[in-house]
Protein backbone atom coordinates (compact mmCIF):
# COMPACT_ATOMS: atom_id res chain seq x y z
CA UNK A 1 0.00 0.00 0.00
CA UNK A 2 1.68 2.97 -1.02
CA UNK A 3 -0.99 5.39 0.98
CA UNK A 4 2.13 8.22 1.50
CA UNK A 5 3.51 7.99 -1.89
CA UNK A 6 6.66 6.53 -0.55
CA UNK A 7 7.46 2.85 -2.27
CA UNK A 8 7.64 1.61 1.36
CA UNK A 9 5.28 3.29 4.37
CA UNK A 10 8.18 1.86 6.94
CA UNK A 11 11.22 4.00 5.15
CA UNK A 12 13.24 5.83 7.09
CA UNK A 13 14.77 8.98 5.52
CA UNK A 14 17.52 11.28 6.67
CA UNK A 15 17.87 14.99 6.02
CA UNK A 16 20.02 14.91 3.41
CA UNK A 17 17.88 12.57 1.54
CA UNK A 18 14.57 15.13 1.75
CA UNK A 19 15.09 16.62 -0.87
CA UNK A 20 15.94 14.20 -3.50
CA UNK A 21 12.51 12.01 -1.90
CA UNK A 22 10.39 15.08 -2.50
CA UNK A 23 11.95 15.69 -5.69
CA UNK A 24 11.03 12.05 -6.54
CA UNK A 25 7.89 12.28 -5.61
CA UNK A 26 6.96 15.11 -8.27
CA UNK A 27 8.31 12.67 -10.84
CA UNK A 28 6.27 10.30 -9.78
CA UNK A 29 8.02 7.33 -10.82
CA UNK A 30 9.18 8.38 -14.71
CA UNK A 31 12.07 6.83 -16.08
CA UNK A 32 15.39 8.31 -15.86
CA UNK A 33 15.90 11.28 -18.63
CA UNK A 34 12.28 11.25 -19.41
CA UNK A 35 10.81 14.99 -18.77
CA UNK A 36 9.47 15.66 -15.38
CA UNK A 37 5.48 16.88 -14.64
CA UNK A 38 5.58 20.19 -12.75
CA UNK A 39 2.48 20.71 -12.36
CA UNK A 40 -1.33 18.68 -12.50
CA UNK A 41 -3.26 19.26 -15.88
CA UNK A 42 -6.16 20.89 -14.10
CA UNK A 43 -6.03 24.26 -13.82
CA UNK A 44 -8.35 27.01 -11.75
CA UNK A 45 -9.42 29.93 -13.05
CA UNK A 46 -10.97 32.79 -11.19
CA UNK A 47 -11.94 36.30 -11.47
CA UNK A 48 -14.11 35.81 -15.09
CA UNK A 49 -16.28 38.50 -16.23
CA UNK A 50 -19.85 37.53 -15.71
CA UNK A 51 -20.57 37.20 -19.22
CA UNK A 52 -18.12 35.55 -20.80
CA UNK A 53 -19.05 32.01 -22.25
CA UNK A 54 -17.59 28.32 -22.34
CA UNK A 55 -16.19 29.48 -26.09
CA UNK A 56 -14.69 32.91 -25.12
CA UNK A 57 -12.85 31.18 -22.49
CA UNK A 58 -11.23 28.10 -24.72
CA UNK A 59 -10.64 30.64 -27.39
CA UNK A 60 -8.28 32.80 -24.40
CA UNK A 61 -6.24 29.99 -23.41
CA UNK A 62 -6.51 27.73 -26.90
CA UNK A 63 -2.90 28.99 -27.78
CA UNK A 64 -1.48 26.89 -24.91
CA UNK A 65 -2.48 23.58 -26.46
CA UNK A 66 -5.85 21.57 -26.94
CA UNK A 67 -8.03 21.60 -23.74
CA UNK A 68 -11.65 21.33 -22.07
CA UNK A 69 -13.24 24.33 -19.84
CA UNK A 70 -15.48 22.70 -17.21
CA UNK A 71 -16.92 23.75 -13.78
CA UNK A 72 -18.83 22.05 -11.12
CA UNK A 73 -22.04 20.65 -11.83
CA UNK A 74 -21.56 21.87 -16.20
CA UNK A 75 -23.46 18.94 -17.19
CA UNK A 76 -26.29 19.01 -14.85
CA UNK A 77 -26.79 22.94 -15.92
CA UNK A 78 -26.72 22.93 -19.49
CA UNK A 79 -25.09 26.24 -19.20
CA UNK A 80 -22.40 27.61 -21.14
CA UNK A 81 -21.06 30.08 -18.33
CA UNK A 82 -19.65 29.71 -15.56
CA UNK A 83 -22.26 30.89 -12.91
CA UNK A 84 -19.99 31.27 -10.22
CA UNK A 85 -17.03 33.69 -11.79
CA UNK A 86 -14.55 30.70 -12.36
CA UNK A 87 -13.50 27.35 -13.88
CA UNK A 88 -11.17 24.79 -14.27
CA UNK A 89 -9.16 24.25 -17.52
CA UNK A 90 -8.28 20.10 -18.44
CA UNK A 91 -5.02 20.51 -20.53
CA UNK A 92 -4.66 17.60 -23.15
CA UNK A 93 -0.76 17.83 -21.85
CA UNK A 94 1.26 19.15 -19.17
CA UNK A 95 3.18 21.01 -21.04
CA UNK A 96 0.32 23.48 -21.80
CA UNK A 97 0.14 23.68 -18.01
CA UNK A 98 3.71 24.87 -18.13
CA UNK A 99 2.99 27.07 -20.89
CA UNK A 100 0.77 29.05 -19.68
CA UNK A 101 2.07 29.57 -16.37
CA UNK A 102 5.45 30.98 -17.66
CA UNK A 103 3.61 33.22 -19.96
CA UNK A 104 1.15 34.59 -16.96
CA UNK A 105 1.63 38.06 -15.12
CA UNK A 106 2.98 37.60 -11.68
CA UNK A 107 1.76 40.05 -9.05
CA UNK A 108 1.98 39.81 -5.52
CA UNK A 109 3.16 36.29 -6.09
CA UNK A 110 -0.36 35.12 -7.52
CA UNK A 111 -0.37 34.72 -11.59
CA UNK A 112 -2.87 37.08 -14.10
CA UNK A 113 -3.63 36.30 -17.63
CA UNK A 114 -6.13 38.46 -19.64
CA UNK A 115 -9.59 37.28 -20.94
CA UNK A 116 -12.10 39.25 -22.92
CA UNK A 117 -15.67 39.50 -22.71
CA UNK A 118 -18.46 41.06 -24.50
CA UNK A 119 -18.89 43.61 -22.42
CA UNK A 120 -15.22 43.52 -20.85
CA UNK A 121 -12.01 43.67 -22.55
CA UNK A 122 -8.27 41.84 -21.39
CA UNK A 123 -9.45 41.56 -17.74
CA UNK A 124 -6.74 40.07 -15.79
CA UNK A 125 -8.22 36.52 -14.05
CA UNK A 126 -6.33 34.71 -11.64
CA UNK A 127 -4.37 31.61 -12.92
CA UNK A 128 -3.66 28.96 -9.96
CA UNK A 129 -2.06 25.87 -10.91
CA UNK A 130 -1.17 22.82 -8.44
CA UNK A 131 2.37 22.27 -8.45
CA UNK A 132 3.17 18.20 -8.03
CA UNK A 133 5.14 18.62 -5.67
CA UNK A 134 2.63 20.18 -3.35
CA UNK A 135 0.99 17.19 -3.00
CA UNK A 136 3.44 15.08 -0.20
CA UNK A 137 5.47 17.13 2.21
CA UNK A 138 7.90 14.83 5.06
CA UNK A 139 7.81 16.71 8.23
CA UNK A 140 10.35 14.78 10.11
CA UNK A 141 12.37 12.41 8.14
CA UNK A 142 13.77 10.95 11.27
CA UNK A 143 10.74 9.05 12.19
CA UNK A 144 9.03 5.71 10.26
CA UNK A 145 6.11 6.61 8.62
CA UNK A 146 2.86 4.63 10.71
CA UNK A 147 -0.15 4.09 8.95
CA UNK A 148 -2.19 3.31 12.55
CA UNK A 149 -0.82 7.17 13.75
CA UNK A 150 -1.93 8.56 10.36
CA UNK A 151 -5.46 10.98 10.72
CA UNK A 152 -7.94 11.89 7.51
CA UNK A 153 -8.28 15.22 7.00
CA UNK A 154 -11.61 15.91 5.09
CA UNK A 155 -12.91 19.27 3.69
CA UNK A 156 -9.03 20.75 3.01
CA UNK A 157 -9.60 23.80 1.05
CA UNK A 158 -7.62 23.29 -2.86
CA UNK A 159 -4.97 25.41 -2.52
CA UNK A 160 -3.70 24.01 0.70
CA UNK A 161 -0.36 22.80 0.19
CA UNK A 162 1.23 19.40 1.89
CA UNK A 163 3.55 21.73 3.83
CA UNK A 164 1.10 24.13 4.95
CA UNK A 165 -1.27 21.01 6.58
CA UNK A 166 1.88 19.76 8.23
CA UNK A 167 2.81 23.15 10.11
CA UNK A 168 -0.71 24.22 10.85
CA UNK A 169 -1.33 20.14 12.35
CA UNK A 170 1.88 20.16 14.02
CA UNK A 171 1.24 23.89 15.85
CA UNK A 172 -2.34 22.20 17.20
CA UNK A 173 -1.02 18.62 17.95
CA UNK A 174 3.06 18.29 17.40
CA UNK A 175 4.84 15.17 16.17
CA UNK A 176 3.83 15.09 12.62
CA UNK A 177 6.15 13.59 10.63
CA UNK A 178 4.10 13.86 7.39
CA UNK A 179 1.22 15.20 5.20
CA UNK A 180 -0.21 14.35 2.04
CA UNK A 181 -2.77 16.05 -0.46
CA UNK A 182 -5.10 13.41 -1.87
CA UNK A 183 -5.01 14.05 -5.62
CA UNK A 184 -7.52 12.31 -8.56
CA UNK A 185 -5.37 9.96 -10.75
CA UNK A 186 -6.28 11.22 -13.49
CA UNK A 187 -5.50 14.49 -13.61
CA UNK A 188 -3.62 14.71 -10.20
CA UNK A 189 -5.45 17.51 -9.11
CA UNK A 190 -6.62 17.74 -5.16
CA UNK A 191 -9.80 16.00 -4.01
CA UNK A 192 -10.62 18.36 -1.36
CA UNK A 193 -9.14 15.92 1.04
CA UNK A 194 -5.80 14.99 2.76
CA UNK A 195 -3.30 12.50 5.45
CA UNK A 196 -1.24 13.80 8.42
CA UNK A 197 0.86 10.99 9.84
CA UNK A 198 2.54 11.40 13.77
CA UNK A 199 5.35 10.34 15.73
CA UNK A 200 3.22 9.48 18.78
CA UNK A 201 0.13 8.09 19.63
CA UNK A 202 -0.26 11.34 22.05
CA UNK A 203 -0.41 13.44 18.55
CA UNK A 204 -2.44 11.09 16.94
CA UNK A 205 -5.21 10.97 19.80
CA UNK A 206 -5.41 14.70 20.37
CA UNK A 207 -6.45 14.93 16.45
CA UNK A 208 -8.82 12.42 16.43
CA UNK A 209 -10.84 13.29 19.63
CA UNK A 210 -11.09 16.77 18.36
CA UNK A 211 -12.90 15.75 15.21
CA UNK A 212 -13.33 19.25 14.00
CA UNK A 213 -10.13 21.48 13.10
CA UNK A 214 -10.30 25.26 11.91
CA UNK A 215 -7.33 25.65 8.92
CA UNK A 216 -6.16 28.75 8.90
CA UNK A 217 -3.58 30.08 6.63
CA UNK A 218 -3.66 33.25 4.43
CA UNK A 219 -6.77 33.66 3.20
CA UNK A 220 -8.03 30.25 4.02
CA UNK A 221 -9.88 29.52 7.21
CA UNK A 222 -12.04 26.77 7.21
CA UNK A 223 -13.38 24.23 10.12
CA UNK A 224 -12.90 20.75 8.55
CA UNK A 225 -13.52 17.35 9.77
CA UNK A 226 -10.33 14.87 11.37
CA UNK A 227 -10.91 11.15 11.56
CA UNK A 228 -8.67 7.91 11.87
CA UNK A 229 -7.09 6.67 8.45
CA UNK A 230 -8.75 3.68 8.01
CA UNK A 231 -6.72 0.49 5.83
CA UNK A 232 -8.08 -2.04 3.98
CA UNK A 233 -5.59 -4.59 4.21
CA UNK A 234 -5.44 -4.73 8.07
CA UNK A 235 -6.42 -8.36 9.94
CA UNK A 236 -8.36 -8.22 13.10
CA UNK A 237 -6.58 -6.87 16.33
CA UNK A 238 -8.50 -9.64 18.53
CA UNK A 239 -8.44 -13.05 16.65
CA UNK A 240 -5.70 -12.05 13.53
CA UNK A 241 -7.95 -13.73 11.35
CA UNK A 242 -8.53 -16.65 13.53
CA UNK A 243 -12.36 -16.33 13.27
CA UNK A 244 -12.90 -15.05 10.23
CA UNK A 245 -11.11 -17.19 7.72
CA UNK A 246 -8.05 -15.27 7.13
CA UNK A 247 -10.05 -12.14 5.66
CA UNK A 248 -9.01 -8.40 6.33
CA UNK A 249 -11.25 -6.56 8.86
CA UNK A 250 -13.44 -4.70 7.66
CA UNK A 251 -14.41 -2.76 10.49
CA UNK A 252 -12.17 0.21 13.00
CA UNK A 253 -13.49 1.58 16.08
CA UNK A 254 -11.88 5.19 16.81
CA UNK A 255 -12.73 5.43 20.52
CA UNK A 256 -9.76 6.20 22.36
CA UNK A 257 -10.57 3.25 24.44
CA UNK A 258 -9.99 0.60 21.62
CA UNK A 259 -8.53 2.51 18.21
CA UNK A 260 -8.52 -1.05 16.89
CA UNK A 261 -9.74 -3.10 13.63
CA UNK A 262 -12.06 -5.91 14.11
CA UNK A 263 -13.95 -8.02 11.80
CA UNK A 264 -17.41 -8.73 12.47
CA UNK A 265 -17.44 -11.99 15.35
CA UNK A 266 -15.31 -9.63 17.29
CA UNK A 267 -17.18 -6.30 16.86
CA UNK A 268 -19.91 -7.81 18.00
CA UNK A 269 -17.76 -9.82 20.85
CA UNK A 270 -16.15 -6.73 21.93
CA UNK A 271 -18.81 -4.50 22.09
CA UNK A 272 -21.44 -5.85 23.66
CA UNK A 273 -19.46 -4.94 26.74
CA UNK A 274 -20.85 -2.29 28.99
CA UNK A 275 -19.85 1.19 27.73
CA UNK A 276 -18.69 0.01 24.16
CA UNK A 277 -22.49 -0.80 22.80
CA UNK A 278 -22.87 2.73 21.51
CA UNK A 279 -19.22 2.71 19.44
CA UNK A 280 -19.38 3.42 15.75
CA UNK A 281 -17.52 1.39 13.23
CA UNK A 282 -15.50 3.13 10.68
CA UNK A 283 -15.80 1.66 7.30
CA UNK A 284 -12.71 2.00 4.75
CA UNK A 285 -14.44 4.06 1.65
CA UNK A 286 -13.67 2.61 -1.78
CA UNK A 287 -10.30 2.63 -3.50
CA UNK A 288 -10.00 5.24 -6.08
CA UNK A 289 -10.08 3.86 -9.50
CA UNK A 290 -8.67 6.00 -12.66
CA UNK A 291 -11.54 6.93 -14.83
CA UNK A 292 -11.41 7.75 -18.66
CA UNK A 293 -12.00 11.25 -19.47
CA UNK A 294 -15.47 11.50 -21.34
CA UNK A 295 -14.08 14.64 -22.93
CA UNK A 296 -13.33 16.05 -26.97
CA UNK A 297 -10.36 18.04 -26.60
CA UNK A 298 -10.90 21.80 -28.19
Known sequence: KQIYGFPDRNLMLDDDSLDQTVASLTARGSPQGERIERFSRKVFVGG???????????????????????????????SYFPPKGYCFLLFQDEMSVQALVESCILDDDKLYWCVSSPTMKDKPVQIRPWTLSDSDFVMDGSQPLDPRKTIFVGGVPRPLRAVELAMIMDRL?????????????????????????????????????????????????????VKPYVLDDQMCDECHGARCGGKFAPFFCANVTCLQYYCEHCWAQIHSRPGREFHKPLVKEGADRPRAVPFRWC
Do not use: M
Open 48 to 78: LPPDIDEEEITAAFRRFGPLVVDWPHKAESK
Open 173 to 225: YGGVCYAGIDTDPELKYPKGAGRVAFSNQQSYIAAISARFVQLQHGEIDKRVE
